[in-house]
């Protein structure tokens, strides 16, 4: 086998197609399929589709040479040696995920398949999905020694997710294989060995020639569980933290304070004890949901993570009566909101909390000023404007004449705003910040009431009426 692997990536979303440039940078030929002909020519052409860091320069680099587009799932299956399938995972009704396009998919690949070829599980998927895909494989006449199927599970953060794909944590691979486990080996050789990290104009990151990721091999369901139990840990921090937030309002303590006290514990680590308005995105809701599905179905109690989703819904009811204390009553105040994005760093409104409290304020009888820097043409397909939503142009234009402004997503631009323009633009110079981005002296001494996740709130009128200024 060369050093240049043939790769098939099935899927072109966030997981797919940050996966096919990567592999492309990391040296091998990628055929990346999408059965939405639109996509394709749109990838074609060089539109990337999603805002994500360093994708738009990666896909110009190789497109139409190491990475081509195609809604032809066989052609690619045929010339491939690795076949990854990156395709959606939807949680149903009940939170189970429903892995019908996996199923199409492996029936697909099952028909095309001519030489020996790994399947590679890269969607988040429930254990025992390995079993499944390798019974699909072998009722469509496929012989057991023509294929394998391995779970490379992703962790990637939307973002940051080429840099995170490039410079990973670990690099996990589930396979009962010898022969698969050497060609997952090799795929990811150029950064277990840290030669990518030597290559001119290579992605930055904390990787490096001399500390590259590690590989880990485990069975294939222990690597599909390692999945659904990082993000559910992850989510567990949020919830978490947002919980302690809500003790400290009760106790006027500080969480900020708080979460800097235990982040400092080795074995705990600052990362995701951020208050907040609650998680959200393509990945946590679901697959805290889907993993809890699969601990029931075996039997398992793990009220644990019903706990973790109830404290995230809470959480944005919270904010809501937040606001409702701020303003007193809701009906007919005009709002601005900044940011509609899950998070900072994306276009991605999907189980987006700043998106629901959006529609919940527009029940409550508010009108909104909106303003995000990459989610507005998304969010206009699930809220249109209209006489209770206006889109506008950037953060100042959304604090006109409001009655208050709120921050619903850590963008960090709306960290750095000029605060004394905003305190003449509004109305009142409140602001209700979901993402604990300012300090609240700084917002006093700015003149703006300031109200955050788990801090006292600043009254700028009562604090100088308690220092005798006018």
Known sequence: MSNTIRIAVVGSGYVGLVAAVCFAEMGHNVICVDN????????????????????????ERYRNSRVRFTNDLGEATRGADAVFIAVGTPQGDSGVADLSYVEAVASEIARSLNS????????????????????????????????????????????????????????VVGTDSERAAAVLSKIYEPLTSGGYYEQPGAIDGFCTSSEPPPLLLTSTKS???????????????????????????????DVEQVARGIGMDSRIGPRFLRPGIGYGGSCFPKDVAAFRCVAEELGVDFSLLAEVEKVNKDQKIRF???????????????????????KGGTDDIRESPAIELVRMLIAEGCSIRAFDPAAMTRA????????????????????????????????????????????RLMRYPIVVDGRNLYEPDVMLKNGITYFSVGRPTRHHMHELAATGTR
């Open 223 to 253: 690597a599909e569980i390692i999945k659904h139990a990082s993000n559910a840990f992850l989510a567990l921090k949020i919830s978490f933290i947002n919980a302690v937030s809500n003790l400290c309002e009760a106790a006027n303590a």
């Open 36 to 59: 939405d002909q639109q996509k394709v020519d749109a990838l074609r052409s060089g539109d990337c589709l999603i805002h994500e860091a360093h994708l738009p320069e990666l896909l």
């Open 380 to 423: 206009e397909h699930v809220l249109p404007a209209g006489s209770s939503l206006q889109y506008v142009s950037d953060e100042y234009a959304a604090s006109n004449d409001v009655d208050a402004l709120l921050i619903l997503t850590d963008w960090s631009e709306f960290g750095r705003l000029d605060l004394q323009r905003l305190n």
């Open 320 to 342: 809501l009566n937040k606001v409702r204390s701020a303003l007193w009553t809701l009906r007919g105040k005009k709002l601005g909101v900044l940011g509609l994005s899950f």
């Open 116 to 171: 020996y070829t790994v399947i590679v599980e890269k969607s988040t998927v429930p254990v025992y999905t390995n079993e499944w895909i390798r019974r699909v494989m072998e009722r469509n006449g496929v012989a057991k020694h023509l294929f394998d199927v391995v779970s490379n599970p992703e962790f990637l953060r939307e973002g940051t997710a080429v840099r995170d794909f490039l410079h990973p944590d670990r690099i």
